[in-house]
C-alpha cells in the first residue's frame, strides 16, 4: 500500500512539473511573439474576430505581429511634412514627421500605439496642425522607419520620448510642448514624465492601461480563455526578455508624477483597456486633469470614431492651457 501511495505521489509530482513546465514554455514563447516582429507574413486577427480554431492555433504557436510599415507617401498628404531622424538610447535611432506651424506655435508631439507606427496618427496630427500646433510624429524602437524590431509595450519607448523631447527643444520651435499618446503611447509618455522627469506644458493621453498585467489579462478575456496564470506567466517572461520588471510596468503608478494639465480619452466599449482600469490612472494624478467619454467607442481611433466629439474636447483642453497654468484646481470630468 505504502509503494502504491510512493508511485501516485511521484506520478502526481511529475504531471505537475510536466504542466509547469508545459506553460513556462508556452507563456516565454508567447511574450516572446508579442514582443518581437516577424519580418513578414499576415498578422493574427484580432482576438474577437478569430474562430475557435484559430484562437486554439493562437493559444499553441502565439501571435504573429508582423513589422509596423508606413504604405504612406508625404507627398500624398498634408500638411507638408519634412522626415526628421531622432537620436535615441544605444545607438537607436528614430524616425519622425514633423509639420511646422510658425515659431509661436504649440508642438503636439505623437506617440502611438502597440504594433502601429506614426503614420497611424496622421488624423490627429492634422487636427492639430488646423488648429494652429506644430505637429511631430515619431515612429517608436521597431515600427516605421526606426531602427530594432521589437517592442517593450511602452517600458523602453519611453526613453524614444525622452529622446523625441530632447530633439524637439534642441531643434524645433514652439511656445508650448504637448505630448500625446495613444494606447502604448500613453504607457510610454507616462513614463517617461516619471521615470525620466520630462516637463512638457501638458499631457494628452487616449487608451490606456492601468498596468502592463491588466493589459495581457484583457486579450485572454477576449478570446475567452481564463488568463490566470497564463498573463502572470506571460508578464514575467516578457518582462524577463526584455530586461525589466514586467508586473512593475503600470501607468497608474506613473501617472502620480504627472504635474501639467492632462486630457484623458476613453472609449467605454474599449476591452483591451477596460474605462475603468482608465479611470484609475486618471485617479492617481494629482494635477488638473479631465476625463472624456466616448460612448459606444472600443479601442480605436477616437477622432475617426468620433472626430466631433474628440475636436471639441481638444480644442477646449488646448485653450484652457492659454487660461491658466494653475495645476491645484479644477480636477473634475469634463463632460461633452
Not at 518581437?36 to 474576430?49: I, Q, V
Not at 493589459?215 to 506571460?234: K, T
Request: aromatic share 10%; proline share 4%; charged share 20%.
Amino acid at each position: 500500500m505504502k509503494k502504491k501511495t510512493r508511485r501516485l505521489l511521484v506520478t502526481a509530482v511529475l504531471v505537475l512539473t510536466l504542466v509547469f513546465l508545459s506553460l513556462n514554455a508556452l507563456a516565454y514563447m508567447h511574450a516572446y511573439s508579442m514582443t518581437h516582429f516577424s519580418s513578414d507574413g499576415p498578422r493574427t486577427g484580432a482576438p474577437e474576430t478569430l474562430s475557435l480554431g484559430e484562437r486554439i492555433a493562437v493559444l499553441l504557436t502565439g501571435v504573429r505581429v508582423p513589422r509596423p510599415r508606413s504604405r504612406v507617401s508625404l507627398a500624398d498628404i498634408e500638411p507638408r511634412y519634412t522626415t526628421v531622424v531622432i537620436p535615441s538610447s544605444e545607438a537607436i535611432t528614430l524616425s519622425g514627421w514633423y509639420a511646422g506651424n510658425g515659431h509661436g506655435a504649440p508642438l503636439v508631439i505623437l506617440f502611438h500605439g502597440y504594433a502601429a507606427e506614426k503614420s497611424a496618427m496622421l488624423k490627429e496630427a492634422s487636427a492639430f496642425h488646423e488648429r494652429g500646433c506644430s505637429v511631430l510624429l515619431v515612429d517608436f524602437r521597431g515600427s516605421g522607419e526606426s531602427s530594432e524590431s521589437y517592442t517593450t509595450v511602452g517600458f523602453l519607448e519611453s526613453e524614444d520620448v525622452e529622446a523625441a523631447v530632447r530633439y524637439a527643444k534642441d531643434n524645433l520651435p514652439s511656445s508650448r510642448l504637448v505630448l500625446f499618446g495613444q494606447s502604448m503611447g500613453a504607457a510610454a509618455v507616462l513614463r517617461a514624465v516619471h521615470e525620466s522627469k520630462i516637463k512638457p506644458d501638458a499631457i494628452i493621453v487616449e487608451s490606456t492601461f492601468d498596468r502592463l498585467l491588466n493589459a495581457i489579462r484583457s486579450r485572454f478575456l477576449m478570446i475567452g480563455v481564463p488568463p490566470f496564470p497564463s498573463a502572470e506567466l506571460i508578464a514575467f517572461w516578457g518582462g524577463l526578455q526584455a530586461g525589466f520588471n514586467g508586473f512593475a510596468h503600470n501607468p497608474a503608478t506613473y501617472a502620480r508624477s504627472v504635474s501639467c494639465p492632462i486630457l484623458f480619452l476613453h472609449g467605454t466599449d474599449d476591452r483591451k483597456a477596460n474605462i475603468d482600469k482608465g479611470r484609475l490612472v486618471f485617479n492617481a494624478v494629482h494635477a488638473k486633469k479631465y476625463f472624456v467619454e466616448f460612448e459606444g467607442a472600443g479601442h480605436e481611433s477616437l477622432i475617426a470614431y468620433d472626430r466631433d466629439k474628440w475636436k471639441a474636447a481638444i480644442n477646449e483642453f488646448m485653450q484652457s492651457l492659454s487660461v491658466t497654468s494653475d495645476t491645484t484646481h479644477n480636477r473634475q470630468a469634463l463632460q461633452y
